[in-house]
């Protein structure tokens, strides 16, 4: 599961004159024809250096953008905790359906929200464009492959792009660096409100106790609540569930 440059059209500057009447000479100079001295061929071959000395320099600075990306999130790696590496990894292993260390969009879509990033569309695909591999189908094979390869080739959609792990894992670790903490609390507070009530009461805590099998008493519960309730509504509001967790 890469990006597409459309190569500029540089014929046009190359093919300035040709055709014309040349009054001295041959009435016509087609391009591609040699004229006197052989100037249309010259031209030609000019205009295919520079297309190709463009289409280099363009894989030139693709490859150094991925490298600088790559050392960019190994050193954004680094610096997560090892629970939120072992985060961004269960998210990945549990959408890589087909176990094959790639996820495509959907996948990665969803992915994402498991960690918190629920983006739209355009930016996910934003992503695969940027950082994505092409996923190329298999030629077929057997007596009548050739003429199936040939109607493939004719008729194919165009191929799949799909995520890495690797730069999934340095994507989503700078993305977590760059998140605002209070971000992150309100995910966990929203954790939490069962029902998106607005506030942790009792039953939410016995809920998420009972889930994490912490085994919590309920009076230790209850004094949770009684110490963070600052308002006497018997509940934590989100307001008070951030001081909480600021500090």
């Given at each position: 599961?890469?990006?597409?440059?459309?190569?500029?059209?540089?014929?046009?500057?190359?093919?300035?004159?040709?055709?014309?009447?040349?009054?001295?000479?041959?009435?016509?100079?087609?391009?591609?024809?040699?004229?006197?001295?052989?100037?249309?061929?010259?031209?030609?071959?000019?205009?295919?250096?520079?297309?190709?000395?463009?289409?280099?320099?363009?894989?030139?600075?693709?490859?150094?953008?991925?490298?600088?990306?790559?050392?960019?999130?190994?050193?954004?790696?680094?610096?997560?905790?090892?629970?939120?590496?072992?985060?961004?990894?269960?998210?990945?292993?549990?959408f890589d359906l087909d176990k094959d260390q790639y996820i495509d969009y959907h996948e990665l879509k969803v992915a994402?929200?498991?960690?918190?990033?629920?983006?739209?569309?355009?930016?996910?695909?934003?992503?695969?464009?940027?950082?994505?591999?092409?996923?190329?189908?298999?030629?077929?094979?057997?007596?009548?492959?050739?003429?199936?390869?040939?109607?493939?080739?004719?008729?194919?959609?165009?191929?799949?792009?799909?995520?890495?792990?690797?730069?999934?894992?340095?994507?989503?670790?700078?993305?977590?660096?760059?998140?605002?903490?209070?971000?992150?609390?309100?995910?966990?507070?929203?954790?939490?409100?069962?029902?998106?009530?607005?506030?942790?009461?009792?039953?939410?805590?016995?809920?998420?106790?009972?889930?994490?099998?912490?085994?919590?008493?309920?009076?230790?519960?209850?004094?949770?609540?009684?110490?963070?309730?600052m308002d006497g509504d018997n509940a934590i509001s989100r307001d008070e569930f951030i001081n909480i967790c600021l500090?």
């Amino acid at each position: 599961m890469a990006t597409s440059t459309t190569n500029p059209q540089l014929a046009s500057r190359y093919t300035h004159g040709l055709g014309r009447t040349n009054p001295g000479g041959p009435s016509q100079n087609t391009f591609g024809t040699p004229a006197a001295g052989g100037g249309g061929t010259f031209n030609a071959s000019q205009t295919l250096q520079r297309r190709e000395a463009e289409k280099l320099e363009r894989e030139r600075k693709a490859r150094e953008d991925r490298e600088r990306m790559e050392q960019a999130g190994q050193n954004s790696l680094a610096e997560l905790s090892e629970e939120q590496r072992e985060e961004i990894t269960e998210a990945f292993n549990l959408f890589d359906l087909d176990k094959d260390q790639y996820i495509d969009y959907h996948e990665l879509k969803v992915a994402m929200k498991a960690l918190g990033f629920d983006l739209p569309k355009t930016e996910i695909l934003s992503i695969l464009q940027t950082h994505g591999v092409s996923s190329q189908p298999n030629p077929p094979t057997g007596p009548s492959s050739k003429g199936k390869h040939a109607a493939q080739q004719q008729y194919q959609a165009p191929p799949r792009l799909l995520l890495p792990f690797n730069t999934f894992q340095t994507l989503m670790a700078q993305r977590i660096l760059s998140r605002n903490p209070t971000d992150e609390i309100i995910r966990a507070f929203d954790l939490f409100d069962e029902g998106g009530k607005g506030k942790i009461t009792l039953q939410d805590l016995r809920r998420v106790a009972r889930e994490l099998g912490e085994g919590l008493q309920e009076d230790e519960l209850v004094a949770m609540i009684e110490e963070f309730d600052m308002d006497g509504d018997n509940a934590i509001s989100r307001d008070e569930f951030i001081n909480i967790c600021l500090g």
